[in-house]
């Protein structure tokens, strides 16, 4: 084991980079379980947290993986569209997390099929 402080990662603020090392390891214990709590809430939706908006059709939400995956369809929302209402576009595949009390929808692309 090195001697010497590990470097932080650059990603972080100056405040927790100057913050953290001062605190004794019962607190980095605890801050340790609290942030592996933390990611295991954001990254834990479960299929009752997620809702269809107007226009769009969920058609699967897979909980197995580290995060949650929506398969769903959506209308364009273009009045001139052949496809929309009746079979929507699709199917996209998006991972969703929260961060706060908010869900996040990222958009991964079209399932391909």
């Given at each position: 084991?090195?001697?010497?402080?590990?470097?932080?990662?650059?990603?972080?603020?100056k405040y927790i980079v100057?913050?953290?090392p001062k605190q004794s390891n019962e607190s980095l214990r605890d801050l340790q379980a609290w942030i592996d709590q933390l990611i295991e809430y954001r990254e834990a939706v479960?299929?009752?947290d997620i809702e269809a908006d107007d226009g769009e059709?969920?058609?699967e939400v897979d909980e197995s993986g580290g995060t949650t995956t929506v398969i769903k369809r959506v209308d364009c929302g273009k009045?001139?569209?052949?496809?929309?209402?009746?079979?929507?576009?699709?199917?996209?595949?998006y991972e969703v997390s929260r961060q706060g009390g908010k869900l996040v929808w990222?958009?991964?692309?079209?399932?391909?099929?």
């Open positions: 084991m090195s001697s010497e402080l590990p470097t932080a990662p650059d990603s972080l603020p100057e913050g953290i479960s299929a009752e059709e969920i058609e009045d001139a569209c052949t496809k929309c209402p009746e079979t929507k576009h699709g199917p996209y595949r990222d958009y991964k692309g079209p399932v391909e099929g």
